[in-house]
C-alpha cells in the first residue's frame, strides 16, 4: 500500500478501486498524463416543490431529508441565510472529500462559476483547509468560457482568485482548458483529458450510463433555469453522444463557451445545486413543481442523476415561489 500521493499508483489501479493513500507529497508534473499537462502551469499566473423533493427548512447546518427516486437520492435544503448554506456546503463537500479519498484514493470535483465559488469560501478556512486531504483532489470544470485564464470572464480565473489560490491543491491537479485554442478544439481537447484520466483511474466511469462518474458537480443555475452552458431550447441540451461540447452563440456573453453534457452531469456520483437570490425563485419554482411537462423542461430539470444524490442548497428568497416551502 502506497504512502506517497503517486499518480503512478492511481493510473496503475484503473480497474479498480485505488489503494488508499495517507501522504500529501504532490506527483512530479511528469506523471501528471500528457495531454493533461500541457494546459498547466506549475504557478498559475493571473494578470488583469415536488412531492419527490422532501423540503428540510435548515436553521443552520443541513439535515438529511433524503428520499429515493428511481435509483438517485434527492434533496432540497433551505438555510436561513447564505452564511448558514456556506457553512453546510464547505462540511458536505470535505466528508466527501474524506469519503472518496479514502475509498479510492482521489476525490474528483467539478466546479461552475457565478456564485458558487464565493459559496465555498468556508473550504479555505480552519478547520477545512487544515483536515481536508487536498492532496487527493482533482479539479474540473462544468463549463468554461473560451477566453485567456487571466481574462474577467475566466472560470478558471474566478476559481483561481476565491478558491484555488487559498488551498494546497496540486497544480497538476487542477484541469483548465487549452485557452490557445479554438470553441471546438478546446472542447475537443478537454473530452481528450477527461478519457486519459478515465484510462489511468483518476475519474470513475458509470456502469450505468459508459460516461464518466464525477465524485462531485458543484453547480449554480442561471435565472432562465440553465446549468453549465446548457440553455433553454438550445440544441446542445439533446446532445447524448459527446462528454463535451462547444457553443457558439451562448445567449449570455460571452458567445463562445466550452460544457459538460447531460449524460455526464447525469452521471454524476453527487450534484450540490447552489441556488440563492429571489432572481431564481421562478425557475426554482418550475424545477420543483410537481406539474412539469417534457415539453418544456428548462436546462436544471433535465439534470437527472442515472444513480447519484442531487442536493439543491437554497436560501427563503430563492424558494420563495414554492408552496408548502
Known amino acids: ?30 506523471r501528471v498524463p500528457e495531454i493533461c499537462r500541457r494546459r498547466i502551469r506549475s504557478k498559475p499566473r493571473i494578470f488583469s416543490s415536488s412531492p419527490s423533493f ?29 452564511e448558514d448554506l456556506a457553512v453546510s456546503l464547505a462540511k458536505y463537500t470535505a466528508d466527501l472529500s474524506e469519503k472518496f479519498a479514502a475509498e479510492r ?30 492532496s487527493k483532489w482533482h479539479v474540473f470544470w462544468v463549463d468554461e468560457r473560451v477566453v485567456r485564464k487571466d481574462h474577467v470572464d475566466s472560470n478558471y480565473k474566478l476559481a483561481f482568485d476565491g478558491f ?16 490557445a485554442l479554438s470553441a471546438e478544439g478546446a472542447a475537443d481537447d ?26 462531485l458537480q458543484l453547480l449554480g443555475m442561471g435565472p432562465d433555469g440553465h446549468i453549465a452552458s446548457l440553455f433553454p431550447g438550445h440544441p446542445l441540451v439533446n446532445e447524448k453522444e459527446r462528454w463535451v461540447t462547444y457553443i457558439k452563440d451562448s445567449p449570455k456573453p460571452p458567445p463562445e463557451r466550452i460544457t459538460f453534457t447531460f449524460p455526464v452531469i447525469n452521471s454524476s456520483a453527487y450534484v450540490a445545486m447552489v441556488v440563492t437570490g429571489a432572481g431564481k425563485a421562478a425557475a426554482v419554482q418550475k424545477a420543483l413543481s410537481d406539474k412539469q411537462t417534457s415539453s418544456d423542461l428548462l436546462p436544471v430539470e433535465m439534470a437527472v442523476l442515472q ?11 430563492a424558494v420563495s415561489m414554492l408552496q408548502n416551502k
Request: charged share 20%; glycine share 8%; net charge neutral.
Open 1 to 30: 500500500m502506497s504512502t506517497s500521493v503517486s499518480a503512478a499508483a492511481v493510473a496503475a489501479a484503473a480497474a479498480a478501486l485505488v489503494p488508499r493513500l495517507t501522504g500529501r507529497r504532490s506527483p512530479p508534473a511528469s
Open 54 to 82: 422532501p423540503i428540510v427548512p435548515a436553521a443552520a447546518m443541513a439535515t438529511d431529508g433524503a428520499a429515493s427516486d428511481a435509483g438517485s437520492k434527492k434533496k432540497l435544503l433551505i438555510f436561513d441565510s447564505e
Open 105 to 134: 484514493g482521489a476525490f474528483t470535483a467539478v466546479l461552475s462559476g457565478g456564485s458558487l465559488i464565493e459559496a465555498l469560501r468556508k473550504l479555505t478556512e480552519p478547520p477545512y483547509l487544515d483536515s481536508v486531504d487536498w
Open 164 to 179: 484555488l489560490s487559498k488551498v494546497p491543491i496540486p497544480p497538476g491537479q487542477v484541469y483548465a482548458i487549452n485557452d
Open 190 to 215: 478537454y473530452e481528450a483529458c477527461l478519457k486519459q484520466l478515465v484510462k489511468n483511474g483518476v475519474i470513475s466511469m458509470s456502469a450505468a450510463t459508459g460516461f464518466p462518474r464525477f465524485d
Open 307 to 317: 444513480d447519484g444524490e442531487f442536493t439543491w442548497f437554497t436560501d427563503k428568497a
